[in-house]
């Protein structure tokens, strides 16, 4: 399996500023024939399922605003949360689809108010 | 818009069954592009992907090594759902469970349901 870490396990950011997560995976999800990296990232609330924010390691989802930002390759991942909001309190878990159908996940990071 | 309905028992004693539904709505099980996936949280495991199913002239499925032989996933198109067993339960499988689309099958889930605790406690 390909496994996933994320750093830092949590953070603490003042409204308006910038929330930056990383993700790393074990191998390479970069796939050299559509040069394509098969990396997601989720936001997860309390008491709710996750919700998909980026795929395909920079493309946003339909309806997210647009604050979000993934950037990376490879390996190494990045979300960014350019101007933190209330609402963006919440876990975030980076996603390898490389191996589909065998997914894995990061174990997340919390992000709240300062 | 897209929805998935969960149920299921909450409390499932060791050794037995652990079955779920998910009732879609606003897509079809037996869609051409989307793949039908049961994903499970716990604080032990984390997000763990269980298995799918999709239709593509006929039915697939794939399951995680660590519940294949424990594990089934049926599609119902009478019904438009698709439904979880896990067998041998153990107090390992108690988690939050989910069903959730695949609209590509990429491996990308983009509509959950909304989860069902499932305790495994005699």
């Known amino acids: 399996d390909i496994v996933m870490t994320q750093s830092p396990d949590s953070l603490a950011v003042s409204l308006g500023e910038r929330a930056t997560i990383n993700c790393k995976s074990s191998?390479?999800?970069?796939?050299?024939?559509?040069?394509?990296?098969?990396l997601a990232w989720y936001q997860q609330k309390p008491g709710q399922p996750p919700k998909l924010l980026i795929y395909?390691?920079?493309t946003r989802e339909s309806g997210v605003p647009d604050r979000f930002s993934g950037s990376g390759s490879g390996t190494d991942f990045t979300l960014t949360i350019s101007s933190l909001q209330a609402e963006d309190v919440a876990a975030y878990y980076c996603?390898?689809?490389?191996?589909?159908?065998?997914?894995?996940f990061g174990p997340g990071t919390k992000v709240d108010i300062k | 818009q897209v929805q998935l309905q969960q149920s299921g028992p909450g409390l499932v004693k060791p050794s037995q069954t652990l079955s779920l539904t998910c009732v879609i709505s606003?897509?079809?099980?037996?869609?051409?592009?989307?793949?039908w996936n049961w994903i499970r949280q716990s604080p032990s495991r984390g997000l763990e992907w269980l298995g799918r199913?999709?239709?593509?002239?006929?039915?697939?499925?794939d399951y995680a090594l660590s519940v294949k032989s424990r594990m089934t996933i049926n599609p119902d198109t009478s019904k438009n759902q698709l439904s979880l067993q896990l067998n041998s339960v153990t107090p390992e499988d108690t988690a939050v469970y989910y069903c959730?689309?695949?609209?590509?099958?990429?491996?990308?889930?983009?509509?959950w349901g909304q989860g069902t605790l499932v305790t495994v406690s005699s």
């Open positions: 996603q390898q689809y490389y191996s589909s159908p065998r997914v894995t």
């Open positions: 395909w390691a920079s």
């Open positions: 959730a689309r695949d609209r590509t099958n990429t491996g990308v889930f983009d509509y």
């Open positions: 199913t999709y239709y593509r002239s006929k039915w697939y499925n």
């Open positions: 606003g897509d079809s099980v037996s869609s051409n592009s989307a793949a």
């Open positions: 191998q390479s999800v970069l796939y050299s024939s559509n040069n394509k990296n098969y």
